[in-house]
T-cell receptor
Framework: RKEVEQDPGPFNVPEGATVAFNCTYS??????FFWYRQDCRKEPKLLMS???SGNEDGRFTAQLNRASQYISLLIRDSKLSDSATYLC????????????FGAGTRLFVKA | GAVVSQHPSWVICKSGTSVKIECRSL??????MFWYRQFPKQSLMLMAT?????????EQGVEKDKFLINHASLTLSTLTVTSAHPEDSSFYIC???????????????FGPGTRLTVT
């Protein structure tokens, strides 16, 4: 089992749709969680951190369920510019903070 | 926000030559930097973790004698691809981790990447 698993995608949605990405992690000692966005042929960029209480940034909502070891990202009112690969990222362990990247989920938003 | 630069952004070299890539954290100190490689349509692959003042930790399957990493200061890490071959052609991305005031690890900030083509 992979340490961080994401929906394989791709997700093809029309503009204005709501889309949800799921991510699970295997190490219960994981400490911090993030969603990154990567555009084609570009570096990953931090989209948002994920907190236990859940957090929202505009059209984006991230949630963490530690009991289920599950992270989600919800995008509302999808825009064409949201088309990208979304990476789930987990920092695990103590001291060394090993960072594990999910394989990413590709999103295509179409007009 | 935290900024990481990488140089060069694009390089073409002949087979057998060596290529050095620099990664700098511009507005924060990074005791740990990471080097990744990404082939087309594939996910990021961690190559090594670079710790300031000590030897890098390489992931399984990554040749340390081929991919030389130096992290001489808190703001600079370099990756040298020695005796490059066409199969080394890839997108190399560095990242730096900013430590919070309490020393707790936070998110990674990525450099813009270096596209290496070996002919």
């Amino acid at each position: 089992r992979k340490e961080v698993e994401q929906d394989p995608g791709p997700f093809n949605v029309p503009e204005g749709a709501t889309v949800a990405f799921n991510c699970t992690y295997s190490n219960s000692a994981s400490q911090s969680f993030f969603w990154y966005r990567q555009d084609c042929r570009k570096e990953p960029k931090l989209l948002m951190s994920v907190y236990s209480s859940g957090n929202e940034d505009g059209r984006f909502t991230a949630q963490l369920n530690r009991a289920s070891q599950y992270i989600s990202l919800l995008i509302r009112d999808s825009k064409l510019s949201d088309s990208a690969t979304y990476l789930c990222v987990v920092n695990q362990g103590t001291g060394g903070f090993k960072t594990i990247f999910g394989a990413g989920t590709r999103l295509f938003v179409k007009a | 926000g935290a900024v990481v630069s990488q140089h060069p952004s694009w390089v073409i070299c002949k087979s057998g030559t060596s290529v050095k890539i620099e990664c700098r954290s511009l507005d924060f100190q990074a005791t740990t930097m990471f080097w990744y490689r990404q082939f087309p349509k594939q996910s990021l692959m961690l190559m090594a973790t670079s710790n300031e003042g000590s030897k890098a930790t390489y992931e399984q399957g990554v040749e340390k004698d081929k991919f030389l990493i130096n992290h001489a200061s808190l703001t600079l890490s370099t990756l040298t691809v020695t005796s490059a071959h066409p199969e080394d052609s890839s997108f190399y991305i560095c990242s730096a981790r900013d430590l919070g005031a309490a020393g707790q690890s936070y998110e990674q900030y990525f450099g813009p990447g270096t596209r290496l083509t070996v002919t």
